[in-house]
């Protein structure tokens, strides 16, 4: 059974209020008792891809930041990496790759909500990458290296239970864009993938990465929209 609900604890511990995650699965008569509930628990801010078009209730205002766009292809060809494709094995970011984390938070569902600053969602970001460099939340960080700096990276995360990878972080500097970096990082993910024994990349971006979405395609991932990204805020009590 799934769960309807979960607190989010590093989420809030984060932030400094409380968060949750309602299930996309919850039927709509079922969402209005929920939210209702998630006020009582004092929650603030609730993530929600909802499958419907969710009303605004007395408790909450809800903000409609993007469509979410699921990823997914069959692994078949393992290649040799490019020469200036390689496993980054340092305890610490560089600075390129810092940069390049901030172009990659400001196409995220935190950027285009106001609730949330941009310095609180760079530093989201940061925290992200800095764990995947040490082994948390992504098996392995490739990049692309030319004279020695960092002009793309991509994190990716293995689910043993089914055999499926997932690419949580990828981007590449903007002036280098258009030289086929992001293939050639996608050519080495799918390559790692297969030699760890996984037979299907799944991951989800969102619909306004209109550059990502034209790489997954033209790399044959199959990506079909799916339901929408909802931040949910909890109305001030005077106004309830």
């Not at 925290?127 to 490739?142: E, R, Y």
């Not at 033209?218 to 805020?233: A, D, Q, T, Y």
């Amino acid at each position: 059974m799934v769960k309807d609900f979960e607190i989010l604890d590093w989420d809030s511990e984060f932030f400094g209020f409380k968060v949750a995650r309602i299930s996309s699965n919850i039927s709509q008569k079922y969402y209005k008792e929920l939210i209702s509930e998630l006020y009582h628990f004092n929650v603030e801010l609730i993530y929600f891809n909802s499958p419907f078009d969710p009303s605004e209730s007395e408790f909450y205002s809800i903000l409609k930041i993007d469509e979410v766009v699921e990823l997914s292809k069959e692994l078949k060809l393992k290649k040799n990496f490019h020469p200036k494709v390689k496993f980054f094995n340092q305890s610490r970011a560089t600075i390129e790759m810092r940069n390049l984390v901030k172009r990659i938070a400001r196409r995220s569902r935190f950027y285009f909500d106001d609730n949330i600053t941009t310095a609180k969602v760079y530093e989201l970001y940061d925290i992200w990458l800095d764990k995947s460099v040490n082994g948390i939340g992504a098996d392995t960080v490739l990049v692309y290296e030319e004279n020695n700096k960092i002009k793309g990276f991509a994190t990716v995360k293995i689910n043993e239970n089914n055999g499926t990878g997932v690419i949580p972080l990828m981007g590449v500097e903007s002036k280098s864009e258009g030289k086929g970096i992001s293939f050639m990082l996608m050519e080495a993910i799918e390559s790692y993938l297969l030699e760890k024994k996984c037979s299907i990349l799944k991951s989800s971006t969102q619909a306004k990465n209109l550059k990502a979405l034209k790489v997954y395609e033209r790399f044959g991932i199959k990506c079909e929209r799916g339901s929408v990204i909802n931040h949910l805020w909890r109305k001030p009590a005077n106004l309830i």
